[in-house]
Antibody, heavy 121, light 109 residues
């Protein structure tokens, strides 16, 4: 079955750029699904960051849109997140997930294990 | 509006039935999906669509929906069901295409 694995630096300096990659195994990133990033600040709830289709189409959370870029690399079967101008408020566990989207229903499955990114000098 | 509202905390006696609810305008148009999250772990899908359980999810978990409210019911709660539960849906009414509820902490007594 499809498995997702996040990777990237666990520590980013304030005003820097957070960069994470999600490797997809057990299936093709070119399948008819959207691929998403979701984050969770320590002790808080889930926040959707954005999504990408294998064609390169993207949608972003308006609150983060000016700072977020999600891209896909079909040759490596992976997709990536870049978040610029980070502050301590961006400290969170970052998850990648496959998003099934149908007419009346949608769901995230599976999720990666998550990676903690701390913004600190 | 692009919001899903959940009760912050709910408790249930071992073996009893508990309902966790999620309210929001988007639920009038879309089904909710539900996720279980245990400390230090990633969320796990437990219910999606009208009332669909992924493979491996016990049949004590069920979902339902009425109006602007979606519900996750655990019939015969077990100690291992103690976790945070999040609802989620699409949303076409606001500017955020995907919304999550704030989460419900379930305690099994």
């Amino acid at each position: 079955q499809v498995q997702l694995q996040e990777s990237g630096p666990g520590l980013v300096k304030p005003s820097g750029t957070l960069s994470l990659t999600c490797a997809v195994s057990g299936g093709s990133i070119s399948s008819s699904n959207w691929w998403s990033w979701v984050r969770q600040p320590p002790g808080k709830g889930l926040e959707w960051i954005g999504e990408i289709y294998h064609s390169g189409s993207t949608n972003y959370n308006p609150s983060l849109k000016s700072r977020v870029t999600i891209s896909v690399d079909k040759s490596k079967n992976q997709f990536s997140l870049k978040l610029s101008s980070v502050t301590a408020a961006d400290t969170a566990v970052y998850y990648c997930a496959r998003w099934f989207r149908e007419l009346l229903r949608s769901w995230f499955d599976p999720w990666g294990q998550g990676t903690l990114v701390t913004v600190s000098s | 509006s692009s919001e899903l509202t959940q009760d912050p905390a709910v408790s249930v006696a071992l073996g009893q039935t508990v309902r966790i609810t999620c309210q929001g305008d988007s639920l009038r148009s879309y089904y909710a999906s539900w996720y279980q999250q245990k400390p230090g772990q990633a969320p796990v899908l437990v219910i999606y669509g009208k009332n669909n359980r992924p493979s491996g999810i016990p049949d004590r978990f069920s979902g339902s929906s009425s109006g602007n409210t979606a519900s996750l019911t655990i019939t015969g709660a077990q100690a291992e069901d103690e976790a945070d539960y999040y609802c989620n849906s699409r949303d076409s009414s606001g500017n955020l295409p995907v919304v999550f509820g704030g989460g419900t902490k379930l305690t099994v007594l």
